[in-house]
C-alpha cells in the first residue's frame, strides 16, 4: 500500500468529499480554494464563489480520538450565542455532523499568540480583551444552559467542576504520580465553598484576534462553561507563561474596573493552582494512547511547566519562599556524537503550521539531554527526598512510591516542605528541555504586587 493509499489519508479523502458535500447544499456557490491546514486538529481553509460574492471559510474540526477534551458540539453553541449577544466572535455559518466541524468566517486578522517584545499596542488590547470579558460574566446564562452547559448547584459542585473533569481524562499509570496527589489533595482541602456564582466562562483566555489596534474575535472557546468568574482570570495566568502578556496585572486590573467586581485573592490561588495543574492531568495519558504524538515534546513542557507553576501559584498564595533553580551536571553519554548528530539531522526537516521546532528534532534534543543528565536528577531528587521531606529510606527505584505514600500521611504542616521538594524537583526536569523554544520552558508566575499591593503575602522561608 503505498502512503496515498493509507487508512489515514483515506479516511482524510473521505472527510474533505464529506465537507465539500455539506458546503455545496448549505452554503451553494462554487468551491474555488479547498485546503487542508497543518494543524494539531483538522481544519479546513475554504474558498466559495456564490454570484458576486466570495465566501472565505475556516472549517474546525475536532481533536483526534485520545486529545479530545470537551464536545466540539458545545463550542459551536456557544459560538452561535455569542454571536446573537454581540460578543465578537468570527460569523457562524453551521454545523457539519460528520465530521464533526464548526463552518465559520475565515478571520484574515492577527491572532494574539503572545507578545515577547512588550508591545505596548498589544498589551492595550489584551486589557480591551479583558473589557469584553467583563462583559462576557455578565450574559444571561439561560440561553447557555438550554444549550447544554451545566451550572454548578452547590459551591462545592461549582469548585470540583473542573477538577473533576481534569481527573476523568487522568489515567493512573502503573506508576504513582506523588506531584499531583499533593496538589489535587490541596486543591480538595482549600475548596472556595463561600462562593456559588455561575456566570459563562471562556476557560482558556485570552485567545483572540486582531487587527493591530483592536480586539475583532474571540476564537478556540473549547473550554467554555459556566462557572465562577474567578476562573477565567486564573486562566489569563495560565497562558500568560506559554504565550506571554506584557503585565498580566493591568489586564486584571482593566477586568474589576469593566465588572465592578473586585478580586477574591485565595479563590484566584485556588483557580489559578486547579488550571495549571490540569494540564498534565490532561495532557499525560496522550502520551500512551496517541501514536505517534503530534507534538509530544509541545505537550511535555506544558506538563512540566505548569506543573512548576501550579507550585509557584501555592506559594504565592501561602507566602513561601522558594529556591533557586539548581543547575544539572551533564556527563557525556556513550556516542555523543550520534545524539548530536540525530538532533542536527532532524534540525533540517520541514517544520509546517504552528510548531514552535520540528517534532522530530524536539524528542531528539529531549532524549540527548536526558542521557547527557546521566543519574544526576535522580540523586537530587533523593537527596532532597531525606533533606527536606526527612524520608531517611528513601531509595531510587521506589521513590516515587514512597512519596506517594509520604504525600498521602502528611498532614498541612507539611505542605510548605512538599511545595519546596516538588518545586525543585521541576525545576531541575525542565533543564532537560532547555533546547526547546517555548516560552513555558522557563517563564514563571506573572508578579500581580506591582498593581495590587498587599494581595498575597510576602515570602517567608521556613
Request: net charge negative.
Given at each position: 500500500?503505498t502512503?496515498?493509499?493509507?487508512?489515514?489519508?483515506?479516511?482524510?479523502?473521505?472527510?474533505?468529499?464529506?465537507?465539500?458535500?455539506?458546503?455545496?447544499?448549505?452554503?451553494?456557490?462554487?468551491?474555488?480554494?479547498?485546503?487542508?491546514?497543518?494543524?494539531?486538529?483538522?481544519?479546513?481553509?475554504?474558498?466559495?464563489?456564490?454570484?458576486?460574492e466570495?465566501?472565505?471559510?475556516?472549517?474546525?474540526?475536532?481533536?483526534?480520538?485520545?486529545?479530545?477534551?470537551c464536545?466540539?458540539?458545545?463550542?459551536?453553541?456557544?459560538?452561535?450565542?455569542?454571536?446573537?449577544?454581540?460578543?465578537?466572535?468570527?460569523?457562524?455559518?453551521?454545523?457539519?455532523?460528520?465530521?464533526?466541524?464548526?463552518?465559520?468566517?475565515?478571520?484574515?486578522?492577527?491572532?494574539?499568540?503572545?507578545?515577547?517584545?512588550?508591545?505596548?499596542?498589544?498589551?492595550?488590547?489584551?486589557?480591551?480583551?479583558?473589557?469584553?470579558?467583563?462583559?462576557?460574566?455578565?450574559?444571561?446564562?439561560?440561553?447557555?444552559?438550554?444549550?447544554?452547559?451545566?451550572?454548578?448547584a452547590?459551591?462545592?459542585?461549582?469548585?470540583?467542576?473542573?477538577?473533576?473533569?481534569?481527573?476523568?481524562?487522568?489515567?493512573a499509570?502503573?506508576?504513582?504520580?506523588?506531584?499531583?496527589?499533593?496538589?489535587?489533595?490541596?486543591?480538595?482541602?482549600?475548596?472556595?465553598?463561600?462562593?456559588?456564582?455561575?456566570?459563562?466562562?471562556?476557560?482558556?483566555?485570552?485567545?483572540?484576534?486582531?487587527?493591530g489596534?483592536?480586539?475583532?474575535?474571540?476564537?478556540?472557546?473549547?473550554?467554555?462553561?459556566?462557572?465562577?468568574?474567578?476562573?477565567?482570570?486564573?486562566?489569563?495566568?495560565?497562558?500568560?507563561?506559554?504565550?506571554?502578556?506584557?503585565?498580566?496585572?493591568?489586564?486584571?486590573?482593566?477586568?474589576?474596573?469593566?465588572?465592578?467586581?473586585?478580586?477574591?485573592?485565595?479563590?484566584?490561588?485556588?483557580?489559578?493552582?486547579?488550571l495549571?495543574?490540569?494540564?498534565?492531568?490532561?495532557?499525560?495519558?496522550?502520551?500512551?494512547?496517541?501514536?505517534?504524538?503530534?507534538?509530544?515534546?509541545?505537550?511535555?513542557?506544558?506538563?512540566?511547566?505548569?506543573?512548576?507553576?501550579?507550585?509557584?501559584?501555592?506559594?504565592?498564595?501561602?507566602?513561601?519562599?522558594?529556591?533557586?533553580?539548581?543547575?544539572?551536571?551533564?556527563?557525556?553519554?556513550?556516542?555523543?556524537?550520534a545524539?548530536?548528530?540525530?538532533?542536527?539531522?532532524?534540525?533540517?526537516?520541514?517544520?509546517?503550521?504552528?510548531?514552535?521546532?520540528?517534532?522530530?528534532?524536539?524528542?531528539?534534543?529531549?532524549?540527548?539531554?536526558?542521557?547527557?543528565?546521566g543519574?544526576?536528577?535522580?540523586?537530587?531528587?533523593?537527596?532532597?527526598?531525606?533533606?527536606?521531606?526527612?524520608?531517611?529510606?528513601?531509595?531510587?527505584?521506589?521513590?516515587?512510591?514512597?512519596?506517594?505514600?509520604?504525600?498521602?500521611?502528611?498532614?498541612?504542616d507539611?505542605?510548605?516542605?512538599?511545595?519546596?521538594?516538588?518545586?525543585?524537583?521541576?525545576?531541575?526536569?525542565?533543564?532537560?528541555?532547555?533546547?526547546?523554544?517555548?516560552?513555558?520552558?522557563?517563564?514563571?508566575?506573572?508578579?500581580?504586587?506591582?498593581?495590587?499591593?498587599?494581595?498575597?503575602?510576602?515570602?517567608?522561608?521556613?
Amino acid at each position: 500500500m503505498t502512503p496515498e493509499e493509507s487508512p489515514q489519508s483515506t479516511a482524510a479523502a473521505q472527510d474533505d468529499a464529506k465537507i465539500r458535500a455539506w458546503l455545496a447544499e448549505n452554503i451553494g456557490g462554487t468551491i474555488t480554494a479547498f485546503e487542508r491546514l497543518p494543524r494539531w486538529r483538522p481544519s479546513w481553509q475554504v474558498t466559495v464563489e456564490r454570484g458576486s460574492e466570495t465566501l472565505e471559510l475556516h472549517v474546525r474540526g475536532d481533536r483526534a480520538s485520545g486529545l479530545g477534551i470537551c464536545p466540539l458540539r458545545r463550542e459551536y453553541e456557544v459560538l452561535s450565542l455569542f454571536e446573537r449577544s454581540g460578543i465578537p466572535v468570527p460569523h457562524i455559518h453551521g454545523w457539519i455532523a460528520d465530521p464533526e466541524a464548526i463552518v465559520m468566517a475565515h478571520m484574515a486578522d492577527t491572532p494574539f499568540l503572545g507578545d515577547l517584545d512588550g508591545d505596548p499596542a498589544v498589551q492595550r488590547m489584551v486589557e480591551e480583551y479583558a473589557g469584553y470579558l467583563a462583559a462576557v460574566h455578565a450574559l444571561d446564562t439561560a440561553p447557555f444552559i438550554a444549550a447544554g452547559l451545566t451550572e454548578g448547584a452547590t459551591p462545592e459542585a461549582v469548585a470540583l467542576d473542573y477538577l473533576l473533569l481534569s481527573e476523568s481524562h487522568y489515567e493512573a499509570e502503573d506508576q504513582p504520580d506523588a506531584l499531583l496527589r499533593f496538589v489535587t489533595g490541596w486543591l480538595r482541602r482549600n475548596l472556595p465553598l463561600h462562593r456559588n456564582h455561575n456566570v459563562v466562562l471562556i476557560g482558556d483566555a485570552p485567545q483572540f484576534f486582531h487587527n493591530g489596534t483592536r480586539v475583532t474575535a474571540f476564537y478556540d472557546l473549547e473550554l467554555a462553561k459556566l462557572g465562577d468568574p474567578i476562573a477565567d482570570l486564573a486562566s489569563i495566568r495560565v497562558r500568560d507563561i506559554n504565550e506571554p502578556i506584557r503585565d498580566v496585572a493591568a489586564v486584571l486590573a482593566r477586568y474589576v474596573q469593566d465588572s465592578g467586581n473586585q478580586i477574591d485573592w485565595p479563590v484566584l490561588t485556588y483557580y489559578t493552582v486547579l488550571l495549571f495543574i490540569a494540564v498534565p492531568m490532561m495532557t499525560k495519558a496522550t502520551f500512551r494512547k496517541v501514536t505517534p504524538h503530534p507534538a509530544y515534546v509541545e505537550y511535555l513542557s506544558w506538563g512540566m511547566g505548569a506543573s512548576r507553576a501550579a507550585l509557584e501559584a501555592l506559594a504565592e498564595g501561602k507566602g513561601y519562599a522558594l529556591d533557586p533553580a539548581e543547575p544539572v551536571p551533564s556527563v557525556a553519554p556513550r556516542d555523543a556524537y550520534a545524539w548530536r548528530d540525530l538532533a542536527v539531522q532532524c534540525g533540517t526537516l520541514p517544520t509546517e503550521g504552528f510548531f514552535r521546532q520540528h517534532p522530530a528534532q524536539s524528542l531528539a534534543f529531549y532524549l540527548q539531554r536526558l542521557a547527557e543528565s546521566g543519574d544526576a536528577i535522580e540523586r537530587a531528587e533523593l537527596d532532597d527526598a531525606r533533606d527536606l521531606l526527612g524520608i531517611a529510606d528513601a531509595q531510587a527505584a521506589t521513590l516515587e512510591a514512597q512519596l506517594d505514600a509520604f504525600v498521602e500521611n502528611a498532614s498541612p504542616d507539611h505542605d510548605r516542605a512538599l511545595v519546596r521538594y516538588f518545586h525543585r524537583r521541576q525545576m531541575r526536569r525542565l533543564q532537560l528541555l532547555r533546547d526547546y523554544p517555548g516560552p513555558i520552558v522557563t517563564r514563571g508566575l506573572a508578579p500581580l504586587d506591582h498593581v495590587f499591593p498587599g494581595a498575597y503575602p510576602r515570602p517567608t522561608a521556613g
